[in-house]
């Protein structure tokens, strides 16, 4: 069996994770020896950083690199790209289902490399994340020529797990609800997102509520050595602290320049209190760090906080700039006792390792998590946030260790479980009969 999960952006960390996740999922519900294709933005590139696993061109993104597109971009004002490159993909489509044998232009190129496999794909995934929406219209738009794509192909894209909604009323957004209508599944991470959907396509039957497909990486047994460690004293070791932080830019009213000092002081009074009062080392690790191809490096913005910090207590204060697989970066979040977390994912990767979490949030999707957790007195927004109230939020935070490590170690197993329940929804929509019976998660 052949999967293809598209529109992926491995050079994101978080997005690495998913797809590790995605593929565990997949395995489990259809076996060890399926066939899974990640088609990336940066192909190339993320083979270079996952050699384990295979990618190919996303192929409309490589289509937009002509200059020839460009050109007519730039001369009808972008009214015609998106018609235009699906045009072009339901072109090399036919060329090279029906003229094998014609040489044409680009026959040997990533494009329609790309598209062979997808002639051969058994199904198609469109990656899980938090794209959806009148919030993001370049990424749907950017995606629509593959989801068309896909529904000519007679293989409607399944949706793994969404934060989506709200969304827009024009074209881009009427051809996407479009696509969810065929679209034979579609997983969302919250009700709220639930209810976006079925009001944007009319009907919830196709749509399922499970945790974020990263909780099917929750180590039990890790959480069940640390929550067994945190009873017994360790005099003489200091607290180790991982803090997430990442490059932003809205803040609302307040605009991008004072909303990033009042965060970047924030969070820098925060890491100057774990040293001075909790004598913590902290380190700043993150999700999305150490690939320099990738447009975002949250090690830059961890320079820019580090610039707040006095002088004294910058000894045991460090970066990390490493990059980091999925399964390594578990492995460093081990070294951890607390972590306060801006990106999603890093804030799921230490929940999955037993580490306790404060978040800090820049999209709605974390602010629903920490809900499920029955931690959202703990939840600060980017744009709310103050360099004395979130102190004051870390020192109750850090006094309350026990208690939040509890809630989130029984929210955290339950979410692993929702995420599993995937499997189970996937076998009985896809799998052929043989594999019915239910599986073995390892």
């Known amino acids: 069996m052949k999967i293809i999960v598209e529109t992926t952006v491995f050079l994101n960390g978080g997005d690495a994770a998913i797809q590790a996740a995605t593929k565990r999922i997949l395995e489990a519900a259809f076996g060890d020896d399926i066939e899974v294709v990640f088609a990336d933005m940066d192909a190339e590139v993320a083979e270079r ?14 289509i937009r690199k002509s200059r020839s597109l460009r050109l ?10 998106f018609n235009l490159i699906y045009s072009i993909l339901i072109t090399v ?6 003229l094998r044998w014609l040489k044409y232009p680009g026959h040997g190129g990533a494009v329609a490399r790309a598209l062979r496999e997808y002639i051969a794909a058994d199904l198609i995934v469109s990656t899980g994340g938090t794209y959806l929406s009148k919030k993001h219209p370049g990424s749907v738009a950017v995606r629509l020529p593959e989801y068309e794509r896909d529904i000519y ?3 409607p894209p399944i949706f793994f797990t969404q934060s989506m909604g709200p969304f827009g009323d024009d074209r881009i957004f009427r051809r996407l609800a479009g696509v969810l209508r065929k679209s034979p599944l579609i997983l969302v991470r919250d009700r709220k997102s639930m209810a976006f959907a079925k009001e944007f396509v009319g009907d919830a039957g196709n749509i399922e509520v499970v945790a974020d497909s990263v909780f099917v990486l929750t180590d039990q047994d890790k959480i069940e050595s640390r929550r067994a ?3 017994v004293a360790r005099p003489g070791r200091r607290p180790r602290i991982a803090v997430s932080v990442r ?11 004072v909303g990033r000092a009042k965060y970047h002081q924030s969070v820098a009074r925060a890491a100057a209190w774990l040293v ?17 191809e990738y447009r975002f490096n949250d090690s830059d913005t961890a320079r820019d906080v580090m610039t707040y910090l006095p002088d004294h207590v910058r000894d045991s204060v460090a970066i990390d700039s490493q990059f980091r697989d999925t399964e390594t970066l578990l492995r460093k979040i081990d070294e951890f006792d607390g972590a306060i977390c801006t990106r999603m994912h890093m804030c799921i990767l230490s929940l999955c390792r037993g580490v ?19 931690l959202e007195e703990y939840v600060t927004f980017i744009d709310k946030i103050e360099p004395d109230s979130f102190l004051n939020l870390v020192e109750r935070w850090w006094r309350n260790q026990e208690s939040i490590a509890e809630r989130s170690w029984h929210g955290t197993l339950a979410l692993r479980d929702s995420a599993l329940s995937t499997v189970s929804i996937l076998k009985s929509k896809f799998a052929p009969a043989e594999l019915q019976p239910e599986a073995v998660f390892s």
């Open 356 to 374: 306790p979490v404060l978040p800090i949030c820049y999209e709605r999707k974390t602010a629903d998590l920490f809900r499920s957790l029955d």
């Open 153 to 155: 192909l007679g293989k």
């Open 93 to 98: 489509i036919f060329l090279v289902r029906y």
């Open 49 to 62: 950083y996952y050699p384990e696993n295979t990618f190919i061109a996303f192929p409309s993104a490589q």
């Open 72 to 81: 007519v971009n730039r001369l009808t004002k972008g009214r015609i790209e």
């Open 247 to 257: 490059p932003w830019a809205d803040f609302g009213k307040r605009g991008s320049e």
């Open 229 to 231: 460690a945190s009873r």
């Open 276 to 292: 001075e009062k909790a004598g913590a080392d902290v380190t700043f690790i993150s999700t999305c760090q150490g690939i320099p």
